[in-house]
């Protein structure tokens, strides 16, 4: 069965450190990809995406992911982290098979950036 | 622009009940996803519908069902309810059925099961 796995389910940074937040996925198929993000009281929101081109991709409030494909990964980075960047943030992928796709979101992680 | 709306925003039902929850896309998306987020479990996959068609559902029992609606808005419907049904129930619309589209989501609703 399809999975996304998020290795972190808890991190406690302070600003300016750099963040780094795992995502593997177990698919042999054709996938896209995508991070979500949390803030406190808010809806989920798309941080970034991946389709095609280019595996380095950059999101909003300068996060970026880089898809490698030979190790199933799409980690979500960025250099230095601020205080509203806590926040949960969720990996997910859509798995294509047969002209349809599901989509397998990961546990999440909690991000808590001490100011 | 409106975004996607749900309700209600919270609902209590007893073991056995059913319950009925509703969600209403962004205007012009034709795809409604719905997850189920049970503590400590991330977002489940439940169904996805998309021009009035059920596209794909996920691994939950068949008293897990739902429709969409002429003008695209949706309904959830749990059957037979039980305990561990308790969870924040989500709603996205995307634009159409391309893979690659993003999904924006609603508010949610939670469903307590006494």
């Known amino acids: 069965a399809q999975s996304v796995s998020q290795h972190n389910h808890h991190v406690i940074l302070s600003e300016a450190a750099s963040l780094e937040l795992g995502c593997n996925y177990s698919y042999g198929g054709t996938v896209n990809l995508f991070w979500y993000v949390q803030y406190p009281g808010q809806h989920l929101q798309l941080l970034l995406k991946y389709f095609s081109g280019d595996p380095l991709v950059k999101g909003i409030k300068g996060f970026e992911a880089e898809f490698i494909k030979s190790k199933f990964s799409f980690n979500l980075r960025k250099p230095s982290v601020q205080w509203s960047d806590t926040a949960e943030y969720f990996c997910?992928?859509?798995?294509?098979?047969?002209?349809?796709?599901?989509?397998?979101f990961g546990a999440g992680t909690r991000l808590f950036v001490k100011a | 622009e409106a975004g996607v709306t749900q309700s209600p925003t919270h609902l209590i039902k007893t073991r056995g009940q059913q319950a009925t929850l509703r969600c209403s896309p962004i205007s012009g998306h034709t795809s409604v996803y719905w997850y189920q987020q049970a503590l400590g479990l991330g977002l489940q996959f439940l169904l996805w519908y998309d021009e009035g068609e059920e596209r794909n559902r996920g691994n939950f029992p068949p008293r897990f069902s739902g429709r969409q609606f002429p003008n695209y808005s949706s309904e959830l419907n749990v059957n037979a309810l039980e305990l561990e049904d308790s969870a924040l129930y989500l709603c996205?619309?995307?634009?159409?059925?391309?893979?690659?589209?993003?999904?924006?989501f609603g508010p949610g609703t939670r469903l307590t099961v006494l």
């Open positions: 997910a992928v859509n798995a294509l098979k047969g002209g349809g796709f599901k989509t397998i």
């Open positions: 996205a619309s995307s634009l159409d059925r391309a893979h690659y589209n993003e999904q924006f």
